[in-house]
């Protein structure tokens, strides 16, 4: 990780115990300061993370300090040591363990590879353009998964439900379904489950490069954070506190999941939504066009397929749009088509093998809120397929105006 300015301690005490594990690193600059001139010391030092020592710190004075932050561009991190308040939306809780000292300088790492994107992303916009994180907060389109089965399994679904998305699981196989169909933001590992479940998850998470970075908050007494996983806590605290603790973590991961998609959507010349991760509409009409007349020439099969959501789901054809985009193969292409659906072409494809995929699709698509099927975020899917007479407009013409259900 290069040097992108100093750490900026806040602390009432001269100089906190944590500061000698970021000196023995020598990997950053520390400045340290006392809450009353802080202010004054993020505008001087112009830091690129500050660490908080918040134990005895209330929550009007640290959220005051996180308002002061999350209003700076690029994304300045801020760690909370020990905070024993309600955290503000944007502080990172960590909590120190006795003998594991590197942990702190893993989550500060972590913090500061958002910080770095942000900066690319701002660089490369044209004209560069400053965008703070509460600018674009990202808190409600992220998704947590909640896995457990025990009694604090359905206030912990309504706690986190009321600012993200989530995604429920009663077992860990079902979990690992949702890692890999979908855009995760964070876990929560609520109760349920031995300390050898918890620790085969934790590791198989701590193995995979993909999920590494993620926020994970496990609910257990009995395990410690010895994985390499950055954004690890294991705590014992109710479900409100949990939630309190996972959501700015997760909106962190949310921030950094929409930088990504932006630099790609540069990097695409504006083509791809920074959204969805799917093309524009404009481009999918554009590709479309010139894919009927390619397959239409030279012979073969394109099918398309219309996923249409309720409208009383807002949150469905996004989480919809999010899946297609990580799930479909390198040859299809789809967009956003307006405020209900989303169209996919599957170039090379005929109608039953595009029948075949849209199932599967809309399967991933059932949100599992509570561990059960709801249907109502399901979308209704109809698919049509080429045919000598076609032109690009009456393909999809046939497309909206007859639906084919091809999902049950």
Known sequence: MSQQGPVLIVSAAARP???????????????????????????????????????????????????????????????????????????????????????????????????????????????????????????????????????????????????????????????????????IDGIVLAEGFTPRVMDAFLTVLTEDVRFRPLPVIVASAELTPRYELPNLEIVTAGPTRVADMVLPMIRQHAFEARLGRMLRAIDAKGLIDARTGLLTKAAFERDFATAVYQTADRGGALSVARFTFDNAQPRAQLDGARIISRLMRQTDFGAVHDDRSIVVAFAGTDLRNAQAITRRLASVMRHTQNGRRDVRSEPDVSVATLLPTDSAMSLLGRLFGTPERAAS
């Not at 134990?55 to 999350?70: K, M, P």
């Not at 309600?86 to 809780?93: G, K, N, Y």
């Open 17 to 183: 115990p944590f500061a000698a594990v970021l000196d023995e690193t020598k990997l950053f600059p520390v400045v340290v300061t006392d809450w009353s001139d802080a202010g004054r010391a993020i505008e001087q030092v112009k830091p690129a993370a500050i660490i908080a020592a918040a134990e005895g710190v209330d929550f009007v004075t640290l959220s005051g300090l996180a308002r002061r932050a999350a209003a700076r561009a690029p994304y300045l991190p801020l760690i909370a040591v020990d905070p024993a308040t309600t955290l503000p939306d944007t502080a990172i809780a960590f909590f120190q363990k006795p003998g594991l000292p590197d942990r702190l300088t893993a989550r500060l790492n972590a913090s500061l590879r958002v910080r770095a994107l942000h900066a690319t992303v701002m660089r490369r916009l044209v004209p560069p353009t400053p965008v703070a994180l509460t600018d674009i907060d990202p808190v409600g389109e992220a998704t947590a998964l909640l896995i457990g089965r025990g009694g604090a399994y359905p206030t912990l679904s309504v706690a986190l439900g009321e600012r993200a998305g989530v995604v429920g699981a009663l077992s860990i196989e079902a979990a690992a379904k949702h890692l890999s169909n979908r855009d």
